[in-house]
């Protein structure tokens, strides 16, 4: 078995997602040198972090953390593009995998009750095929036990890119797009909302406050990175 496990690399070899060099038998998804390039935060283990400063406030989160800066020209950007724009889902399950073992070893996240994604709108995410969230979050489930949970938060309204847009435009860009589907839906829990990049906040906080509309829910945000 091990024979023919070998000859299947030789002639289809996994590749480093980000500096497509060839990967080592120990290796999955990203190759050790790309992982050590990667600017990890210490936001997880860090009370009052950038994440969590970012919605005093605005928002009345529980936590806030993010497990890599997001630098352009980088490993980290080229990992969010390929995920987001390649169907390199298999990063949002690295990822996912790596923020949960990091939250659970810190014991800083309070108990969840619902992981939720920051939700694409249906013309999207039919044109994408997937929400680069779902491996992400799926992953996360599995380690903090909590369950992901899709389709009850959802975005009323397509907007346009949030790419090069300035903090307030960002905010009435995303200002009463999201909806919860079902009344009452989060009550009595507490909810962590999950997204790829932080950037402003905006819509972070459009789809928290949709959520706080409950009754005695609690929010804590986490991404998979944060932009200075």
């Known amino acids: 078995m091990r024979f023919f496990r070998d000859i299947y ?3 289809f070899p996994k590749i480093c ?17 790309c992982r050590f390039e990667l600017p990890i935060t210490d936001f997880i283990t860090e009370i009052d972090n950038k994440v969590e400063k970012a919605f005093y406030g605005r928002l009345p989160i529980e936590f806030g953390a993010s497990l890599f800066y997001y630098k352009t020209k980088g490993v980290s950007q080229q990992l ?20 949960g073992a990091q939250l659970k070893e810190s ?6 009750d619902y992981i939720v994604p920051v939700p694409l709108h249906d013309k999207k995410l039919k044109k994408r095929g997937y929400n680069q969230l779902t491996t992400f979050g ?44 079902t009344s009452n839906y989060f009550d009595n829990s507490h909810v962590l909302l999950i997204d790829d990049v932080i950037t402003t906040g905006a819509t972070l906080e459009a789809c928290a406050n949709q959520i706080l509309k409950s009754n005695n829910v609690k929010i804590s945000i986490v991404t998979m990175a944060y932009t200075e």
């Open 107 to 112: 014991q800083r996240l309070p108990k969840i």
């Open 80 to 99: 969010i593009y390929q995920l987001k724009y390649r169907g390199q889902q298999d990063i949002g399950s690295l990822l996912g995998n790596w923020m």
């Open 9 to 11: 690399h030789l002639f």
């Open 138 to 181: 799926f992953s996360l489930s599995e380690i903090i036990e909590a369950p992901y949970l899709e389709g009850v938060l959802v975005r009323k309204s397509k907007t346009e890119t949030q790419t090069l847009k300035q903090r307030f435009d960002r905010w009435k860009n995303v200002q009463e797009i999201f909806d919860v589907s």
């Open 17 to 33: 997602v980000c500096c497509k060099e060839q990967l080592l038998q120990n290796e999955d998804t990203l190759c050790l040198k």
